[in-house]
């Protein structure tokens, strides 16, 4: 009997971790540095101290997004310890019982009874924990939590999309500044959107249609904030 040999599938899945953190980071980094930018702008402050509070958010906010990111993901990194030590400690109870608990989910997803109780047999001599968290918990090695990858990766990446429009800042007519922080940015905004919907496996048009219409209403937002203070003052 000719065996076949199957190349393994790549599924866009396993992107989902970093990926969500590097669009959510290079997006943040655009948004809340153009915005910034705009805003101070729009208040008449010099090109100077545009500069500086644009330098000012990058760091800040690359920081910000790490911690966050960080104590986020750790959060739910401990809710899965919990979850996989109340598992262990169960299983070393009574291993009949799980046997059947794991049995039961697969019945539910249309399994023959007798079938089910065999995979589950099987599935738990090679690996009870693993068995139990990816049918019955939901953990498995594409969606467990890894707080550093996502602290690093969201730090990493709202550098660059800072450093997008703050790069514009340098090369900008003082004249011309706002207007072209704000037309670079949102074309910044679309490629970003089109290429994490490219990754993702998303539409193209309604990912970049949704970062480019929330950029652009946090940058007109700023802008008027601005412009309200730069009068009052």
């Known amino acids: 009997m000719t065996r076949l040999h199957l190349t393994p599938e790549r599924h866009l899945v396993s992107r989902i ?132 990858q996502a602290a690093l990766t969201s730090a990493a990446t709202f550098t660059v999309g800072a450093a997008l429009p703050l790069t514009i800042v340098f090369l900008a007519p003082p004249a011309l500044l706002i207007p072209l922080v704000a037309i670079a940015s949102l074309l910044f905004l679309a490629l970003l959107g089109g290429v994490g919907a490219r990754a993702g496996g998303a539409p193209i048009v309604a990912a970049t249609t949704r970062v480019t219409f929330w950029g652009a209403l946090a940058m007109a937002l700023t802008a008027g904030i601005g412009l309200i203070v730069g009068t009052g003052i």
């Open 17 to 148: 971790g970093w990926l969500r953190a590097a669009v959510l980071g290079a997006n943040d980094g655009i948004v809340s540095t153009a915005s910034l930018i705009i805003g101070v702008a729009a208040a008449a402050a010099k090109p100077a101290d545009i500069l500086i509070a644009g330098a000012a958010g990058l760091v800040a906010g690359a920081m910000s997004m790490a911690a966050g990111e960080y104590v986020s993901v750790s959060s739910q990194s401990d809710t899965e310890q919990a979850d996989l030590a109340r598992e262990r400690s169960e299983l070393a109870g009574d291993l009949d019982a799980e046997v059947q608990e794991l049995a039961e989910i697969y019945i539910k997803r249309g399994v023959e009874g007798a079938t089910a109780l065999t995979v589950a047999r099987q599935l738990m001599a090679k690996d009870a924990l693993a068995a139990h968290a990816h049918d019955e918990l939901g953990i498995s090695e594409v969606t467990t939590a890894r707080p550093i």
